[in-house]
């Protein structure tokens, strides 16, 4: 079992940067490829990113694409998630989640949640 601890979520302006870090407890953890979602008010539950568990092979939703860069540190258990150029439209509830299931970008595939963090962008 793998437990996710979300943090770096805070209010940042139109335009700005913003790192989310990630860090996890338990086992396994470097067999499980990790993602971000985001999750605004009254929407459901959206994919950002998600990195593989071994190679670090990338993978972006089209509006994170070019703008955040997802890494791991297998070593401290650690992901993050490097944003710039935030809009208006990246505010929202920020979530780690741990899959074994590589690239997939549905919710329902993973199997272990952080308790989220609040990202607000101001335009």
């Known amino acids: 079992q793998v437990q996710l601890v979300e943090s770096g979520g805070e209010l940042v302006q139109a335009g700005g940067s913003l790192r989310l870090s990630c860090a996890a407890s338990?086992?396994?953890?470097?067999?499980?490829?990790m993602a971000w979602f985001r999750q605004a008010p009254g929407k459901e539950r959206e994919f950002v990113s998600v990195?593989?568990?071994?190679?670090?092979?990338?993978y972006y939703s089209d509006s994170a694409k070019g703008r955040f860069t997802i890494s791991r540190d297998n070593g401290k258990n650690t992901v993050h998630l490097q944003m710039n150029s935030m809009r208006p439209e990246d505010t929202g509830v920020y979530y780690c989640?741990?899959?074994?299931?590589?690239?997939?970008?549905?919710?329902?595939?993973?199997?272990?949640w952080g308790q989220g963090t609040q990202v607000t962008v101001s335009s």
């Open positions: 989640a741990a899959t074994r299931s590589w690239r997939s970008v549905s919710p329902t595939r993973y199997d272990y």
């Open positions: 990195i593989s568990a071994r190679d670090s092979d990338t």
């Open positions: 338990g086992r396994g953890f470097r067999s499980y490829a």
